[in-house]
């Protein structure tokens, strides 16, 4: 026994000092629980075991939230096998360090520095003092949001569509759980699309999706200064939170109105829909692009433009430390603002009235030249091992790494090959470049010296 402290004290005290591979490690171990639960006979409505590559393809898109399926999950998986997928999408939205931290703040009232170092990893709030009401908050608004669209939806799916009572709820919970955590798995092989001109149906889940992508910073943020406000009549936010809100409000009517433009008149999304619909189609079309992977239109018969553009926002996501998935608006609204400035011959960067620090462009330039990196490589490998159009598989690539789940229908025809590649793309995408990196990091290295300063030629 002794010996094997001794041999296991080393990679403990590299968790401690690095909690962001604790994080991996944790989603590594849920992938690999929920493959085992997916792969057992009657998880499946025929009652025999599917390919160990589907189910952990599928446990991969449930802990990592994106909704990519190789089957259809309404008729595929029996009740046990759905119950498998909704309890994996919720583990993974929350965050497997954030679960393990609440249920030891709840059990015994305090925690230990490493459960602190470890929820602080995954929550990303800016002190460990701040863990204790980040986690709280995360719970109290993920019951909050997930219970009212649910009881929505169970209400509209009871007396709209005549569905039973236990279905009502069922499809009603299910869906939003799904969207709260911005994962896009759905009961019907059609997603949303027979409730595409249903406003009952889609903007519940469009709310749902916008309030998980936020994160949940910017979230219990909003929360708190409303009582601020009340008493001192200023909206004091943080220049996350504004950053978050105001880009996410810009990408979302960008896409609404490049949608609505792009597919007005096409026959097979928006051409049939009465005007409010089309509307309607193309806001939630933009919102499951930040990242959730609902869909309302019929992806594969939408025009290639609205397809990059789509991609675009795909790959910038929703805002950070939340459940969507990309680069994140922060980066990408960091990134223009830098741009920004160069272009104005600007010696330093600003957004809002607030000068950014240094190392934050360096990492909002690493996030995203990793992310284009993984997409470009990602892309390559897949055009080699499918006949696939090209538009179809960088749509692909970019719904996996973006954690979105939208697909032109291709998935179930990609080869087992393919199908592992996307499966490492989405935990790549789902942890982040960053994370990544430092949990696969040796130890860090401080450069104790500097070297001679050179400017080469650019551009």
């Not at 869906?175 to 009961?187: K, Q, R, T, Y």
């Not at 960008?254 to 928006?270: I, Y």
């Not at 789509?310 to 430390?321: H, N, W």
């Amino acid at each position: 026994m002794a010996g094997w402290k001794a041999w296991a004290r080393p990679g403990w005290s590299v968790l401690a000092a690095h909690p962001a591979r604790a994080v991996v490690l944790a989603f590594a171990v849920t992938v690999l629980a929920g493959t085992a639960l997916l792969w057992l006979p009657f998880a499946t409505e025929r009652g025999t075991a599917s390919g160990f590559v589907t189910a952990l393809f599928t446990s991969t898109s449930a802990v990592c939230v994106t909704g990519l399926a190789v089957v259809d999950t309404g008729t595929y998986w029996s009740g046990f096998g759905q119950g498998v997928i909704l309890a994996l999408i919720q583990i993974g939205g929350f965050g497997i360090m954030t679960m393990a931290s609440l249920l030891a703040l709840l059990i015994s009232g305090r925690m230990r520095l490493r459960l602190q170092l470890t929820a602080q990893a995954e929550t990303k709030s800016l002190g460990i003092g701040d863990v204790r009401r980040v986690l709280l908050g995360v719970a109290g608004t993920t019951l909050i949001v997930e219970f009212t669209v649910g009881a929505i939806l169970a209400l509209r799916f009871r007396y709209g569509y005549g569905e039973s009572i236990g279905s009502a709820v069922y499809l009603g919970f299910f869906h939003a759980v799904s969207a709260f955590n911005n994962a896009g798995f759905g009961l019907h092989a059609d997603s949303i699309t027979r409730y595409a001109g249903d406003a009952w149906v889609t903007l519940p889940i469009a709310a749902a999706v916008i309030l998980g992508g936020l994160g949940f910073p910017v979230l219990l943020e909003l929360l708190r200064h409303r009582e601020r406000r009340r008493r001192t009549g200023r909206r004091n936010w943080s220049l996350h939170t504004r950053l978050t809100l105001i880009t996410t409000a810009v990408l979302l009517a960008a896409g609404t109105l490049l949608t609505c433009l792009l597919e007005w008149t096409n026959a097979g999304t928006l051409g049939p829909h009465t005007t409010a619909d089309k509307v309607l189609g193309g806001f939630f079309h933009s919102a499951m692009a930040r990242t959730a992977g609902f869909n309302a239109l019929d992806i594969g018969a939408m025009e290639a433009s609205t397809l990059l553009v789509t991609c675009v926002l795909m790959f910038i996501g929703g805002g950070s430390a939340g459940t969507a998935g990309g680069i994140k608006v922060t980066t990408f609204a960091v990134l223009l603002a830098a741009i920004i400035a160069e272009v104005r011959g600007e010696t330093s960067s600003a957004v809002l009235g607030r000068r950014l620090a240094p190392h934050v462009l360096r990492q909002a330039l690493t996030v995203a030249l990793l992310g284009v990196g993984l997409v470009i490589a990602s892309t390559l490998a897949l055009l080699t091992l499918t006949e696939e159009p090209l538009e179809a598989v960088l749509f692909e690539t970019v719904s996996a790494f973006a954690t979105v789940g939208l697909s032109t229908g291709i998935t179930a025809d990609v080869p087992e090959a393919g199908q592992l590649l996307l499966v490492g793309l989405m935990f790549v995408g789902r942890l982040g470049p960053i994370t990544l990196v430092s949990a696969l990091a040796l130890r860090e290295r401080t450069r104790r010296y500097d070297l001679p300063e050179e400017r080469p030629v650019i551009g």
